[in-house]
């Protein structure tokens, strides 16, 4: 087997989930990752644990979706048993084909959404983690070769977090504290919020792997501006392009995108949350030195700012703060590479995506 397959494998089960013996372990994996799947099992034998696999198909998915009468959708009381009975879940992503579920109505992704919120509520109290295989779907939708791609997603992945964790660490301690962020970039986004009495979040490798961001969750009503996110983004199967937001008061109060903004507007419509903000994430994974069409790695990316609509995490929300709740946690992404910066109570801390202590250390 490829080695990086096996170090894939052994940063999932000793890094970012700890797997200890006699641990009742979820692992969701498709049939195009399992070279994944099959190193994971040897290591999760090898630490005493007692793996089950629930498998997933983009085909049988939109099989599934056609047949169902959106109002018919109800919650699978047993795989939210499995989940709740579960101390981790490692979720793995690979596709051969991406847009399988492409063609499926949007009104029918928001439905099937909102009766899974349970299970995605219940997967976030375990040890958990999300990650990616570099399958032939994905490589194609990043442009590039399948040789290329699985250098590209390993070289994010297999890597050494402690170091990465103490640079985001001083992107923490500004950011931990503040009240007021302002994100500005090119002529359609300058956008600020309160992040008062919020956590922030270093993000090396435990929930998302690969790991590679700073991120918080802004007070629901304090957003305000315009945000016109140039990167597209992967939703129900289609992609999204340019999508431009105005807030007031922290809810969307207009919305447009030059490619499928039915699907946006599904999105948004999925319940009240949806149109609020419930992430604010600062790229630092300079690994991820592309663009791939992979909100995994994408967010992840140095010199990118990204907001996700809908759930605020329960872990960046303060004590008697405000969660912005929702079943959607869409994530868009504005690059910062140029004639951008964050300010932070006022104070420049990135500019054209070099941050403040990284001018101090040169």
Do not use: C
């Not at 919020?198 to 945000?227: F, R």
């Amino acid at each position: 087997m490829d080695p990086r397959v096996e170090d894939h494998a052994e940063i999932i089960v000793d890094h970012s989930v700890s797997v200890e013996q006699g641990d009742e372990v979820i692992v969701r994996a498709p049939d195009a990752a399992e070279d994944l799947l099959v190193a994971l099992y040897e290591k999760l034998g090898e630490r005493g644990a007692k793996p089950v696999r629930m498998s997933q198909s983009g085909r049988a998915n939109r099989a599934y979706m056609h047949a169902m009468d959106p109002e018919d959708f109800e919650l699978a009381e047993h795989a939210l048993a499995a989940v709740e009975e579960a101390d981790v879940a490692i979720m793995v992503s690979a596709s051969r084909n991406t847009h399988e579920t492409g063609d499926v109505p949007p009104e029918k992704n928001a439905a099937m959404g909102k009766v899974q919120k349970p299970i995605q509520e219940a997967m976030m109290e375990k040890r958990w983690v999300g990650t990616q295989y570099p399958a032939p779907g994905n490589a194609q939708d990043a442009e590039m070769s399948t040789d290329a791609y699985e250098e590209f997603v390993w070289s994010a992945i297999n890597k050494d977090w402690e170091e990465q964790r103490e640079f985001q660490e001083h992107m923490v301690e500004i950011l931990d504290p503040a009240d007021e962020v302002r994100i500005v970039s090119g002529e359609g986004t300058d956008v600020t919020m309160s992040v008062d009495g919020m956590i922030t979040a270093n993000d090396y490798a435990e929930k998302n792997l690969p790991g590679g961001e700073v991120y918080t969750a802004p007070v629901p009503d304090s957003v305000e501006g315009e945000v016109h996110f140039d990167m597209p983004l992967m939703a129900q199967g289609r992609e999204v392009e340019d999508v431009h937001l105005t807030f007031e008061d922290g809810e969307v109060v207009e919305f447009a995108a030059e490619k499928n903004e039915e699907v946006l507007a599904a999105v948004l419509e999925t319940d009240e949350g949806a149109s609020r903000l419930g992430e604010l994430g600062i790229g630092m994974n300079r690994d991820i030195d592309r663009f791939t069409d992979n909100t995994l790695f994408d967010e992840k990316m140095g010199d990118t700012v990204h907001m996700a609509l809908g759930r605020a995490y329960e872990w960046t929300v303060g004590e008697d703060r405000e969660r912005n709740d929702s079943a959607v946690h869409m994530d868009m992404i504005v690059d910062m590479s140029e004639d951008s910066r964050i300010e932070v109570d006022g104070e420049v801390v990135q500019r054209d995506g070099t941050f403040v202590f990284e001018e101090f250390e040169e």
